[in-house]
């Protein structure tokens, strides 16, 4: 089994997502971990899309 895992993405800051949104994560593994600060938990409901 392959991990790929993404650590402190901060989806929070505008240019983090927009640098996400057009650079979207490829699947390299067969497994991915989002580790670390990806969003708080209380803004998850506005990320949906990502997740």
Aim: proline fraction near 6%.
């Amino acid at each position: 089994m392959r991990l790929q895992y993404f650590s402190d993405l901060q989806l929070k800051f505008t240019e983090n997502k927009k640098f996400i949104e057009n650079n979207p994560l490829e699947p390299k593994g067969d497994v991915l971990v989002l580790a670390g600060d990806v969003i708080p938990v209380t803004l998850i409901d506005q990320y949906m899309d990502f997740f």
